[in-house]
Structures are given as structure tokens and as C-alpha cells.
Nanobody, 120 residues
Framework: QVQLVESGGGLVQAGGSLRLSCAASGGTFSTMGWFRQAPGKEREFVTA????????YYADSVKGRFTISRDNAKNTLHLQMNSLKPEDTAVYYC???????????????WGQGAQVTVSS
């Protein structure tokens, strides 16, 4: 069965950096992405990447600060987060889809989530 497991979350001060990783097992996927959910809010799109990285999507709120990457040989996904802001505080989820899309309803598999907390 497909399993996605996030790691690398934690507590960081505003302006700092964190790097999240997602280890996939049970298959490989044409599209992988990251979403986040803050307390009391809906899960929202952060970024996504196709298999070859020829096309990437970013939410406007993270452009220029976050970078998505994938290592297909190791079946892993990464999210480098720089210049973090308190409003980035959320649980971050990796996800997989057959289509490159921002729509969370079109992602088929999800990780358990990793907490990211940014203090001011």
C-alpha cells in the first residue's frame, strides 16, 4: 500500500529556515506536492512539481521563499523553506496525484503531516 511520511518539522524564529522531507513507498507518482493547514483553517495549496520538474506551481504567499524538489531515484520529496514568517505556522502535508494541479481534491495520497511553528 502507498505510504507518504513527512519529516523535518520543528520550531524556528521568524526569518529562519527549515527543510521538510517526504519519503514515499509503495509506488512512484507523476506529481507530488505540499499543502498546509493552520488551526481553524482549510487545508491550502503550497507547491507542486511534475515528475521531471519541467513545471512547478507555487502559491503566491510562498513564491521566492519556498522551493520544492524531488529525488526520483530515492522516491523522496523536499520542501526548502526560507525567510519564514509567523503566518507560515501550520501542519504541512505531502501529497501525490496523477495530475499537476493546485486542487487538493485531486490528490490521491497524503502523508500524516509535520508541524512547522514560526515564532515572532
Amino acid at each position: 500500500q502507498v505510504q507518504l511520511v513527512e519529516s523535518g518539522g520543528g520550531l524556528v524564529q521568524a526569518g529562519g529556515s527549515l527543510r521538510l522531507s517526504c519519503a514515499a513507498s509503495g509506488g512512484t507518482f507523476s506529481t507530488m506536492g505540499w499543502f498546509r493547514q493552520a488551526p481553524g483553517k482549510e487545508r491550502e495549496f503550497v507547491t507542486a512539481m511534475g515528475y521531471t520538474a519541467a513545471i512547478t506551481y507555487y502559491a503566491d504567499s510562498v513564491k521566492g521563499r519556498f522551493t520544492i524538489s524531488r529525488d526520483n531515484a530515492k522516491n523522496t520529496l523536499h520542501l526548502q523553506m526560507n525567510s519564514l514568517k509567523p503566518e507560515d505556522t501550520a501542519v504541512y502535508y505531502c501529497a501525490a496525484s496523477s495530475l499537476l494541479t493546485r486542487d487538493k481534491t485531486r490528490y490521491d495520497y497524503w502523508g500524516q503531516g509535520a508541524q512547522v511553528t514560526v515564532s515572532s
